[in-house]
């Protein structure tokens, strides 16, 4: 069940100085609260083919906004130049509670609910393949001021020339979660490890609540009409734009820092067969036996032995992108143009989730060529991680923390686009053309200015490692879009609309750990290794690693465009290539001078192309899992496809007027 409630008010006084100067004042205050609340809590059941009974895992949570806005804006014109300088002030109040993992009992199964009762019902141990209890809170709270100060001014230097020049400077004040009573760094405190002490060390920086005072932003734009005809512009700028700190991420650091934690405190596992008699599932029958107790010692207001650490990196910033733009625009008669324009576009200081607490197989698993029976680094064999060996020697179990996720602000990304466009107008035609060339490139091959999550988090050392810098899951080299209004006698109209893209790229993933440092989310195929050969043994893990030996150099990142289809028992090759034409036909009727009646028909697809797109949402794909590995996803989502994506599709509609 969602819930939404939206109270808002906006007030603005505008007032005229002089005749030559204009102040606008605005005061904007805002109520918000969503909540996504579960049909049913306390039990979620897991059957194969993504099929769940109860409560949702991402459910309960809820968002609260409280804000109030001061914005003051004044305007000048003085001979050439038109300035314009304000300060915009946001106080704002944030609140909420999120639970990703199902709060309760949570049970997973092997087989689905239709072969479960076809073979007799839930009275068979052998059915169940995991047993989870979790429990605890997971709230956040913020108080968040946004305060900023801006100047720029249009200078027209000639009748030819005009410059924009402009500067900016943001603070916000709170945007960043203290990290002085997060339970990890607290723990990493008590250690004599480089890496702990490097993450804990300064207390002033884990107090830092502001991300920064200094993010002053230049900018700078010209115009030039060289003939002075005024047909031709040539244009450019340069500037830098700071964003904010994505809470979405920062926030799961800031529960760890709450009064109670959301974590799990029964974790049991039944392998396949399960040939352990003591194994506290080895007997265990859903729907016969009691589900087990939670634990006596369980505590939720600490992190329980092997938890999950979530840090926000001291050095932590807000990122910021550097952009360089040149082009022109030409009028090459009455009806029409041409434009051409080159967008460069760096991102700094991007964020990225960094595990500061990976295992250490190259040191402690034979695997990988480690030796853990003769190393005093190795206290728990192959499951040791970085910071173990200076748990036990701060007297607390090696395994006090399992993998520590820092949100850090060091990626980076550039973006390259050159879009040029030719436009026609006359009584009966309207006609738009426009290619782009564009690239879009990462390390880790993420945009991570946008949500990632910790699905792609990285070992620092393997963050900028050979073959981590490579295009990202966005970069669609080539784009024609071909669009038009035509006006056909007795007040017919046709619009039809073409797009054409070039393959998106995508990582082949192994589907194990294959650089032992205990994160599988990004580990690619070796280099050199032909997906093919993977694609023809997918689904096997076994045969998978066998191509794929511990510790190779791997793949560069989303080296693949295209994938693979199976019909029957052929498999071809097919590119991820997008092509679409759509086609709206309207006719109006009109009835003397107060009805009219507008009829139209949307034709989607119209040659019913395929479209298909080669990977998950995170565009990875795992050789281990035999659904995935370079086998297509319809682009347009469930219920359409594949094969076709969204296949041809006529919609028709009407309005009348009066």
Request: with cysteine.
């Amino acid at each position: 069940m969602t819930s939404n409630r939206l109270y808002s008010f906006l007030g603005n006084h505008t007032y005229q100085v002089s005749t030559n100067v204009l102040n606008q004042f605005a005061f904007h205050f805002q109520d918000f609260k969503n909540e996504i609340l579960p049909n049913a809590e306390g039990l979620t059941l897991n059957f194969p083919g993504s099929v769940t009974i109860g409560q949702n895992a991402n459910t309960p949570q809820a968002t609260l906004e409280r804000k109030y806005q001061f914005r003051d804006d004044v305007s000048v014109v003085s001979g050439d130049h038109t300035m314009k300088f304000g300060v915009n002030y946001i106080h704002a109040i944030l609140d909420g509670y999120f639970y990703f993992g199902t709060r309760g009992y949570s049970l997973t199964f092997r087989q689905s609910p239709a072969t479960i009762i076809a073979e007799g019902g839930f009275n068979r141990p052998d059915l169940l393949q995991s047993l989870q209890y979790s429990d605890g809170a997971s709230s956040h709270f913020q108080k968040l001021d946004q305060l900023a100060f801006y100047f720029q001014d249009d200078w027209k230097v000639t009748r030819k020339l005009t410059l924009n020049l402009g500067l900016r400077w943001d603070a916000n004040i709170g945007n960043l979660p203290p990290q002085n009573e997060n339970r990890t760094m607290l723990l990493l405190k008590q250690l004599n490890h480089p890496t702990a002490q490097a993450l804990a060390g300064d207390d002033s920086q884990l107090r830092r609540t502001t991300p920064s005072w200094t993010e002053f932003q230049p900018r700078f734009g010209f115009a030039y009409d060289p003939w002075g005809d005024g047909k031709t512009v040539i244009r450019g700028g340069y500037g830098i734009f700071y964003d904010q700190i994505f809470q979405n991420l920062s926030l799961f650091s800031s529960v760890q820092s709450q009064p109670e934690v959301f974590q799990t405190a029964i974790n049991l596992q039944r392998p396949a067969g399960n040939p352990d008699p003591s194994s506290p599932l080895y007997s265990f029958r859903y729907g016969t036996d009691p589900l087990p107790a939670l634990p006596a010692n369980a505590n939720f207001s600490s992190l329980i032995n092997g938890s999950v650490g979530r840090i926000n990196h001291p050095d932590a910033r807000e990122p910021y992108i550097q952009k360089f733009s040149i082009g022109f625009q030409r009028e090459v008669s009455r009806n029409m143009s041409i434009s051409s324009d080159y967008v460069h576009t760096l991102g700094l200081h991007e964020p990225r989730f960094l595990n500061m607490n990976p295992l250490i197989s190259k040191t402690c698993n034979a695997a990988f060529g480690g030796n853990s029976t003769v190393r005093p680094e190795c206290p728990l064999g192959t499951s040791t991680r970085l910071l173990s060996q200076a748990f036990v020697a701060a007297g607390m179990p090696g395994n006090r923390l399992a993998q520590i996720l820092s949100f850090a602000t060091t990626n980076r990304s550039l973006f390259d686009s050159w879009t040029t466009t030719l436009k026609y107008r006359s009584n009966k035609l309207l006609f738009n053309a426009a290619y782009v060339l564009a690239s879009s490139r990462s390390w880790g091959g993420w945009p991570t200015a946008s949500y990632s999550g910790t699905g792609v988090a990285a070992v620092p050392e393997k963050q900028f490692g050979t073959n981590e810098f490579g295009p990202t899951k966005l970069d669609e080299r080539h784009r024609i879009v071909l669009s038009g209004v035509i006006n056909l006698p007795w007040d017919f109209q046709v619009a039809p609309i073409m797009q054409f893209g070039s393959a998106r790229p995508y990582s082949p993933l192994a589907g194990f750990d294959s650089d032992g440092d205990g994160l599988q989310a990004v580990d690619r195929l070796c280099s050199g290794v032909d997906p093919a050969a993977v694609f023809a043994v997918r689904g096997n893990l076994a045969a998978v690693q066998a191509l794929n030996p511990f510790g190779c150099q791997q793949a560069p990142v989303n080296s693949m465009r295209d994938g693979f289809v199976v019909n029957g028992t052929s498999v071809e090759r097919r590119s991820g290539r997008f092509f679409n034409t759509d086609v709206k036909v309207s006719k109006n009727f009109q009835f003397g001078e107060r009805y009219r009646l507008s009829t139209y028909i949307d034709l989607f697809n119209v040659f019913n192309t395929e479209n298909l797109a080669f990977g998950n949402r995170l565009g990875l794909s795992s050789g281990a899992n035999t659904s995935s590995f370079l086998t297509p996803l319809s682009l347009f989502g469930p219920g359409f496809g594949p094969p076709v994506g969204r296949p041809f599709t006529a919609q028709l509609g009407a309005r009348f007027t009066f």
